[in-house]
């Protein structure tokens, strides 16, 4: 969103020849157009995934998730965790500014996300202005049917 900064590091690197001297974080991509430069040979892109349950503490680690798939008949653990505790999981969310927080800012850090899916940031992706009313309710139908399958699944 801001090809200046980009710009700025590329030169910067360049100029030092520092590897690694800054983190560039977005939750979009870089509209390549915008840019002077592309970075290459300077700036690596890395795959960024949410926080796992087992990093604050909330499973104890032992069932990987890729067990459930690979050998679903030896898994041989319990968790403590009540229904409520993954619902209160799930709508946390994964990001690591959530973890050891209070539900109240946790709700309020969500739906502040929302809030930005829904105004500035479905529009940025591809320039398309949408109709706020209709991504909440795609948002809300997503979720509902997400709950659907959580609930299916547990009682399965």
């Known amino acids: 969103m ?13 100029e030092k020849r520092v590897v690694g001297p800054y983190i ?20 690596s892109r890395m795959k960024m995934y949410t926080v796992s349950l087992f990093e604050p503490k909330d499973s104890n680690g ?6 459930l798939f690979e050998t679903p008949s030896n898994i041989s653990s319990r968790s403590t965790l009540r229904i409520e505790d993954y619902a209160r999981l799930i709508t946390r969310g994964g990001c690591p500014s959530t ?5 109240d800012i946790n709700r309020r850090q969500i739906a502040g996300y929302c809030d930005a899916i829904v105004k500035p940031d479905i ?6 202005s949408r ?12 979720a509902r049917n997400n709950c659907r ?7 399965a």
């Open 62 to 67: 032992t069932i990987r998730f890729a067990d």
């Open 24 to 43: 560039l974080t977005d939750s979009i991509s870089v509209d390549e157009k915008k840019l002077k430069y592309s970075g290459a040979g300077r700036i």
């Open 131 to 142: 109709d706020e009313r209709q991504v909440i309710s795609v948002l809300r139908s997503y």
């Open 99 to 103: 973890i050891g927080k209070n539900e």
């Open 2 to 14: 801001v090809p200046q900064l980009w710009d700025a590091v590329r030169h910067d690197v360049d």
């Open 123 to 128: 529009t940025t992706v591809d320039g398309v």
């Open 149 to 155: 399958i959580f609930l299916a699944s547990i009682s």
